[in-house]
């Protein structure tokens, strides 16, 4: 059962938010605060190109537990509060520079953007205004920063902040140069590949916040 939403006094207060809905990650995209019964557009990240679906605040769970759990008043600050590799944001790194024809760099202290709780350093006011923009989600890393290869294992590892791979225009991380040749010596589409390995990991990893 898709179970999402806390109880708010504000609705607005929830565009933005990150929220996990059956494990799958997601950005509200927009509330309908003219609904009686509060509705709110959830984007999943991990599908391009994907306008957002609508989910129904007052949904039946299928049971009490799942139920309780969704309406807990402390839902959406458990899951906005997922795993994020702070250690990677502390360097410095401009999330957008990863996607530019230069290697990636560090950004400018006087340029920065904060989303979700987190300072992130730009190269200038033109690519803060592209990143906020972006959505910010766009550029920073898939798997919270954390190291594509050691997640498909099932462990949460620090990065190499030079170390990276663009796959279908989304940003990985690595913390080896061993960690990454590894990973595109298996990459594949297969339940057995490590990008599916990874996948399944970080998805147990944000059900686990939704607890």
């Known amino acids: 059962c898709r179970a999402l939403l806390a109880r708010m006094t504000d609705s607005s207060m929830m565009t933005g938010c990150r929220v996990c809905v059956d494990g799958r990650e997601g950005v509200i995209l927009a509330d309908n605060p003219s609904c009686m019964l509060a509705t709110y557009k959830v984007k999943f990240l991990d599908v391009e190109d994907h306008a957002g679906e609508w989910f129904l605040k007052s949904k039946v769970y299928s049971s009490e537990a799942s139920y309780k759990s969704a309406f807990n008043h402390n839902y959406i600050a458990k899951v906005c509060r997922q795993p994020r590799n702070d250690e990677w944001v502390a360097v410095g790194y401009c999330p957008v520079s990863y996607f530019g024809e ?3 760099h560090k950004g400018n202290p006087e ?3 904060t ?3 987190a300072t992130y350093f730009l190269t200038n006011s033109d690519v803060v205004e592209m990143f906020m923009k972006g959505p910010p989600t766009k550029f920073l890393p898939k798997f919270g920063g954390f190291c594509l290869t050691a997640l498909s ?11 990276y791979k663009i ?3 989304r ?6 140069q061993d960690a990454k040749d590894a990973f595109e010596k298996d990459e594949g589409e297969g339940d057995a590949s490590m990008m599916a390995k ?5 998805k147990e990893k944000l059900a686990s916040t939704e607890a």
Do not use: C, N, R
Request: aromatic share 12%; charged share 15%; net charge negative.
């Open 111 to 113: 340029s920065t953007a």
């Open 115 to 117: 989303y979700e709780g």
């Open 198 to 202: 990874a996948k399944a990991a970080w």
């Open 102 to 104: 230069k290697p990636a």
């Open 171 to 176: 940003l990985y991380l690595f913390h080896t």
């Open 153 to 163: 294992m099932g462990q949460l590892a620090p990065v190499s902040p030079d170390i």
């Open 167 to 169: 796959i279908d225009g």
